[in-house]
């Protein structure tokens, strides 16, 4: 079982910056692919980014590309997401999600992810 605690969301003006965090409790954190998440209002989730369990391998979506940066610190078993040039089509709940997968690959489907958090809310102001 993996615990994950998302935190750092809040309100911010377009243009403006955030970083999310994701602490994870629970099994090895290091034997886990993690991922990000969004679903904005009345929507599906969709995937944002991901990295590999040694922060090697990382893959995002198009619309944040460029913008949005993954990392991950295993030693303070916590992911994070950094998040530039926000953008008011940005605004979602956004969770953290890992994956089993004790290989430098990441994968993008929602199916693949074991464990979620609870989710923080983001929302960019125009």
């Known amino acids: 079982q993996v615990q994950l605690v998302e935190s750092g969301g809040g309100l911010v003006q377009a243009g403006g910056s955030l970083r999310l965090s994701c602490a994870a409790s629970?099994?090895?954190?290091?034997?886990?692919?993690m991922g990000w998440f969004r679903q904005p209002p009345g929507k599906e989730r969709e995937f944002v980014a991901a990295?590999?369990?040694?922060?090697?391998?990382?893959a995002y979506a198009d619309s944040v590309k460029g913008r949005f940066i993954i990392s991950r610190d295993n030693a303070k078993n916590t992911v994070y997401l950094q998040m530039h040039s926000l953008k008011p089509e940005d605004t979602a709940v956004y969770y953290c999600?890992?994956?089993?997968?004790?290989?430098?690959?990441?994968?993008?489907?929602?199916?693949?992810?074991?464990?979620w958090g609870q989710g923080t809310q983001v929302t960019v102001s125009s």
């Open positions: 999600a890992a994956d089993w997968l004790k290989a430098d690959v990441v994968r993008r489907g929602r199916s693949s992810y074991e464990y």
């Open positions: 990295i590999s369990w040694s922060g090697g391998t990382t």
């Open positions: 629970g099994r090895t954190f290091n034997n886990y692919a």
